[in-house]
């Protein structure tokens, strides 16, 4: 496994709370966390997975998002939160937010670039690229998340907190946790597999900003050291149509070029609206925040991994 971050002078020794421990972002944070010398409290739904999380060198603290108390108690002995177990569960960011208020203690709060989705059904590629204080319309079914973040980042100027919100674009890479795969280039991959071509919705048209794992695991530790609170970063390295991607993966995958167009109709009815902005909508954005805290992504680029699928 490589090391994300190499840096001495950060601080160690910190005991650091993270939700969705045995997910894809917070098991790779919190590897990184254990790796640079903390003790990590990881968030787990069961006591068969608690036992996931030991082997890691992970204490687990065994609930839900939903059992306040659990979230409370463990926010309360922690030096810090992460909270990446969803950008869609408002009790759990209500929670975490009232037990650490006025505490001056990092919250970090995971969130998604679909915030700034359009309805593009794959037809077209926006050329609209947001930045992380760029004014932007969300679509109504993204707008409870924009709220979310609105909450943390308030929070973190008004409550006592330094809370900030990483904002992630399409991930892609090994996850260093329990849970290897991402959401949207796995599926998509697996999918083309069962076809034999490379797959995309309507035209592909639609562009989506991509980050790899491991750089985005370095901008959570950055900001844990030295964001301020109310800060507000997207994670990007780049951009690609939908398109694009199914030629890489045909390529990839030996399939020569081959590419196959889905209806997207089909693929509200499988995976509802969050498969509708997940992959045929524009999501383009510029990490201008994260670059300016010190972020520098060094991963490979998105065509240099896909390259590497077989």
């Known amino acids: 496994?490589?090391?994300?971050?190499?840096?001495?002078?950060?601080?160690?020794?910190?005991?650091?709370?993270?939700?969705?421990?045995?997910?894809?972002?917070?098991?790779?944070?919190?590897?990184?966390?254990?790796?640079?010398?903390?003790?990590?409290?990881?968030?787990?739904?069961?006591?068969?997975?608690?036992?996931?999380?030991?082997?890691?060198?992970?204490?687990?603290?065994?609930?839900?998002?939903?059992?306040?108390?659990?979230?409370?108690?463990?926010?309360?002995?922690?030096?810090?939160?992460?909270?990446?177990?969803?950008?869609?569960?408002?009790?759990?960011?209500?929670?975490?937010?009232?037990?650490?208020?006025?505490?001056a203690k990092p919250l970090i709060y995971t969130t998604g670039s679909g915030i700034v989705a359009d309805s593009a059904g794959g037809e077209y590629a926006s050329s609209s690229v947001f930045t992380e204080d760029a004014y932007f319309e969300p679509v109504p079914f993204r707008r409870p998340r924009v709220e979310m973040n609105r909450l943390v980042r308030e929070a973190g100027i008004s409550k006592g907190i330094r809370a900030v919100v990483i904002c992630p674009t399409m991930i892609y890479g090994a996850g260093r946790g329990v849970q290897p795969d991402s959401d949207q280039l796995p599926k998509l991959v697996a999918l083309s597999r069962q076809l034999g071509a490379g797959v995309y919705f309507g035209k592909g048209l639609n562009r989506y900003s991509n980050v790899h794992i491991d750089d985005l695991v370095e901008l959570y530790m950055l900001a844990l050291d030295k964001a301020p609170g109310g800060s507000f970063f997207f994670a990007e390295n780049g951009d690609a149509s939908f398109k694009e991607i199914a030629e890489m993966v045909s390529h990839a995958l030996g399939f020569e070029g081959r590419t196959v167009s889905l209806s997207v109709e089909d693929l509200v009815r499988q995976y509802g609206e969050a498969g509708r902005y997940g992959v045929t909508s524009n999501s383009r954005v510029s990490a201008l925040n994260a670059r300016r805290l010190g972020w520098s992504p060094k991963g490979p680029s998105l065509a240099e991994y896909i390259e590497h699928l077989r």
């Open 1 to 103: 496994m490589r090391k994300v971050l190499d840096d001495d002078h950060r601080r160690t020794g910190m005991k650091i709370f993270v939700t969705g421990a045995t997910g894809y972002i917070g098991g790779s944070v919190a590897e990184q966390l254990v790796v640079s010398g903390h003790t990590v409290l990881g968030l787990v739904r069961s006591r068969e997975k608690a036992f996931l999380l030991k082997e890691r060198g992970i204490d687990p603290v065994v609930g839900t998002l939903d059992d306040w108390g659990v979230l409370t108690d463990a926010a309360h002995a922690a030096d810090a939160v992460i909270h990446a177990a969803s950008a869609d569960h408002p009790g759990s960011v209500l929670t975490l937010v009232g037990a650490l208020e006025r505490s």
